[in-house]
T-cell receptor
Framework: DADVTQTPRNRITKTGKRIMLECSQTKGHDRMYWYRQDPGLGLRLIYY???????NKGEISDGYSVSRQAQAKFSLSLESAIPNQTALYFCATDSRIGTGELFFGEGSRLTVL | AQSVTQPDIHITVSEGASLELRCNYSYGATPYLFWYVQSPGQGLQLLLK??????LVQGIKGFEAEFKRSQSSFNLRKPSVHWSDAAEYFC?????????FGAGTTVTVRA
């Protein structure tokens, strides 16, 4: 089993719908992240969390919200999806020690029609 | 503000040939620098990282990178490419938790 698991892996939805992407990890890491990947733009940070009570906005948080339900679970929500949120979303974790190594899930491809 | 530029969007290389991927960064202090690889349908995997010390860094899969402060560069190299190296490569810069990624370079390996 993967250390960082994302569900769903693929989702097609319509404009205005609420969508939740879920992430769970078995690495025991405190820190979790949500990134968005768009062609030609690389990865951009949406939100990050250092523990259950510590959630921070990244560079592109507008239109997104997150919930850290437990140390191992970090979900990303789009309250009212719009077409320009069509992208590949990655969850990642790293340890508090700060080795700089992010461990990524396999990604969730979201298409908003 | 920190930023990363990968000048090459796409590189095609023959199997067995050498590979060099360019990365230039902008950062206010001594940066942490990383190279990640993304194989098709997969998440990103760390190839190597530079925090301090020796400016030539060895990574996994036979890759190495050299930090050049005077040129604000952190180029990735591999002496002999294998077909399995076909992937997208991302350079990243930042502190220990907030990374900025480049746009990526896609590498195609021809037989």
């Amino acid at each position: 089993d993967a250390d960082v698991t994302q569900t769903p892996r693929n989702r097609i939805t319509k404009t205005g719908k609420r969508i939740m992407l879920e992430c769970s990890q078995t690495k025991g890491h405190d820190r979790m992240y949500w990134y968005r990947q768009d062609p030609g733009l690389g990865l951009r940070l949406i939100y990050y969390s250092f523990d259950v009570k510590d959630i921070n906005k990244g560079e592109i948080s507008d239109g997104y919200s997150v919930s850290r339900q437990a140390q191992a679970k970090f979900s990303l929500s789009l309250e009212s999806a719009i077409p320009n949120q069509t992208a590949l979303y990655f969850c990642a974790t790293d340890s508090r020690i700060g080795t700089g190594e992010l461990f990524f899930g396999e990604g969730s491809r979201l298409t908003v029609l | 503000a920190q930023s990363v530029t990968q000048p090459d969007i796409h590189i095609t290389v023959s199997e067995g040939a050498s590979l060099e991927l360019r990365c230039n960064y902008s950062y206010g202090a001594t940066p942490y620098l990383f190279w990640y690889v993304q194989s098709p349908g997969q998440g990103l995997q760390l190839l190597l990282k530079y925090f301090s010390g020796d400016t030539l860094v060895q990574g996994i899969k036979g890759f190495e990178a050299e930090f050049k402060r005077s040129q604000s560069s952190f180029n990735l190299r591999k002496p002999s490419v294998h077909w399995s190296d076909a992937a997208e490569y991302f350079c990243a810069v930042g502190d220990d938790y907030k990374l900025s990624f480049g746009a990526g370079t896609t590498v195609t390996v021809r037989a």
